[in-house]
């Protein structure tokens, strides 16, 4: 089986289209990764942690996502729903809800452990952090229903859980630094 990546595209658009929830595109993800071989034909073996853009518009952004081998990413969330698929290593989720009175601090809700092969759906209203907790690069696609990266939301400081506004260029050097870490850990 080959991975066609303007297939899988097109797919992901047709099953949006088709319904704006999150049911659809979660199938379709769900085929793709059910063959991590292909995907890493067609995406190419994982060198480099990062948030490499496949498809963007405001109704769906299509990521590859790349985690460095330790690489954890504090809680956010997307302010849309969102498929993760992964097609190679692990991907441990904990889940987040907001302390009511605390002016914005958030709480651990539950967490979930992705292997490859899994895809799962998070809710537009879900609050999580990653950890890559393998020595080898994490690789999963990742859709969302919006523009993922003009979309206004939060990240919660990982030692006081405080909230504040998510920075796109900040989350950018968080992988570079990742990498960084990695290249350093190889010598």
């Given at each position: 089986m080959i991975f066609d990546l303007d297939r899988f595209i097109e797919d992901c658009?047709?099953?949006h289209a088709a319904d704006r929830s999150h049911k659809h595109v979660c199938e379709v993800v769900r085929r793709a990764v059910s063959e991590p071989a292909a995907v890493l034909?067609?995406?190419g073996e994982p060198k480099r942690a990062g948030l490499h853009k496949v498809h963007q518009s405001n109704e769906l952004t299509i990521l590859?996502?790349?985690w460095a081998p330790?690489?954890?990413i504090p809680p956010h969330n997307h302010e849309m729903w969102a498929v993760i698929?992964?097609?190679s290593g692990r991907e441990d989720n904990t889940f987040w809800r907001r302390v009511p009175d605390s002016g914005g601090k958030v709480e651990v809700a539950g967490t979930k452990v992705l292997c490859e092969k899994d895809a799962t759906p998070l809710g537009q209203s879900i609050i999580h952090s990653v950890t890559n907790p393998i020595p080898r690069f994490t690789a999963a696609i990742h859709v969302y229903g919006?523009?993922?990266?003009n979309q206004a939301r939060s990240e919660w400081d990982p030692e006081t859980l405080s909230e504040g506004p998510?920075?796109?260029q900040l989350?950018?050097?968080?992988f570079e630094a990742a990498n960084d870490t990695w290249l350093k850990t190889q010598q």
């Open positions: 658009r047709a099953a034909k067609g995406l590859n996502v790349v330790g690489m954890t698929g992964i097609y919006g523009d993922f990266f998510f920075d796109t989350a950018l050097r968080r």
